[in-house]
């Protein structure tokens, strides 16, 4: 079956309204495929240009983002971060309802690695009652909505989280530009990456996915997105909106050395194991309408490097040992495996993270890609 026969069977069949996906290596060569609509009902047709907000998949280019500045010496990874961030110079931890002191600092490698303290109110009850009891705002883009303590001390488990944003926060600090400029002038110019942004022109905006909800009959409803508006910050652990293309342009510096953006040793620095014995990538749910109960590779004891899910062996569908991966919440999906020297990237629009029929989908677009001669 063909990566179009995937897509193609998903829509046929109800499970999904559209998707985009493709497959690319180091040298360029694409194969991309496109099926259904931007939204249920309409008549706009999925395609390579459909603009998706990609989420997590955020993660990779702000954590990129910081390894231009660690070369350059303006940030370092080890260094307590308080001292960029004032913010987090005295962090604070969450047991039984009440707060208390870290012993430890926090550093950028904790941020990077999800290993700072930090999680998501989705992924959260502990959060989800902090939020309510201090009444902190939790609409994207605001503030303060990142003023959260930390569950453990820094170091001691893999905890997905607002790690990222921090990140980003980081970044502005030690460059002195905002994260949209720093993106643009670092990353995506360079890439070519025109339709990757915060803030979506009139344009882009008329070419977007619509996101989609999965309901208890496993019916689909759209909710079509408000008007974006200017954020208070940019999210660099999930503000970012992309195409096919563009985000498959981005892969390719992960199969060709660092494409000139980072060296060869910051690329190695951030593909390899940095969390040791520690297991990444089982994120539990706090919110079920917004992310299921996931394990990004189950039964396997995946790693973390900076800024990817790392699989130790070969994973169900094809994608062999030391593939790096991740994802964004609404059924968005990437991965490059060195192996082979390709990337793969799927981007659908629907909601609860994890959605079976979106999975199923996923599974099948990789089986399809393994099958495929080279």
């Not at 495929?33 to 309409?42: D, P, Y």
């Not at 954590?63 to 990874?77: F, I, K, N």
């Not at 919110?287 to 396997?300: E, F, K």
């Not at 609860?352 to 099958?371: M, R």
Request: some cysteine; charged content about 15%.
């Amino acid at each position: 079956m063909t990566i179009a026969n995937v897509l193609e069977a998903a829509v046929a069949t109800g499970q999904i309204p559209g998707a985009v996906a493709g497959v690319t290596g180091p040298d360029g060569t694409l194969t991309q495929a496109a099926a259904g609509v931007t939204l249920l009902g309409g008549d706009q047709p999925m395609g390579p240009d459909t603009l998706f907000w990609i989420a997590s998949m955020t993660k990779p280019v702000t954590s990129l983002a910081a390894m231009q500045l660690v070369e350059r010496g303006t940030l370092a990874l080890d260094a307590p971060i308080g001292a960029l961030l004032p913010d987090l110079a005295q962090p604070m931890i969450l047991q039984d309802g009440q707060l208390h002191p870290a012993k430890g600092h926090i550093t950028l490698r904790h941020l990077l690695t999800h290993t700072a303290g930090f999680s998501y109110s989705f992924a959260s009850k502990e959060y989800l009652d902090y939020i309510t009891a201090n009444n902190i705002p939790t609409a994207p883009g605001i503030r303060a909505s990142l003023n959260m303590p930390l569950l453990f001390e820094p170091g001691a488990r893999w905890c997905y989280g607002i790690n990222t944003d921090w990140v980003g926060l980081a970044v502005e600090a030690a460059s002195g530009q905002k994260l949209d400029a720093y993106f643009a002038e670092h990353i995506f110019a360079p890439l070519g990456m025109g339709d990757t942004t915060f803030w979506p022109t009139a344009d882009q905006w008329a070419r977007r996915a619509t996101p989609h909800q999965r309901q208890a009959d496993g019916s689909l409803t759209p909710v079509p997105p408000s008007t974006p508006r200017v954020p208070e910050f940019y999210s660099g652990g999930g503000g970012l909106f992309s195409t096919l293309t563009d985000y498959l342009k981005f892969l390719r510096v992960f199969l060709n050395d660092g494409a000139g953006l980072i060296s060869p040793a910051s690329l190695q620095e951030m593909t390899r194991n940095q969390i040791g014995a520690l297991r990444a990538g089982v994120i539990p749910s706090a919110n079920p309408a917004v992310m299921r109960d996931s394990d990004m590779n189950p039964g396997q004891d995946s790693k973390w490097g900076l800024g990817f899910l790392i699989f130790p062996q070969k994973g169900m569908f094809g994608r062999n040992a030391g593939s790096l991966a991740w994802a964004g919440l609404p059924n968005t999906y990437f991965w490059i495996d060195p192996a082979v020297n390709r990337a793969a990237v799927i981007l659908m629009q629907i909601l609860p993270s994890g959605d079976p029929a979106a999975v199923q989908t996923l599974c099948a677009f990789e089986s399809a890609v393994y099958a495929a001669p080279r």
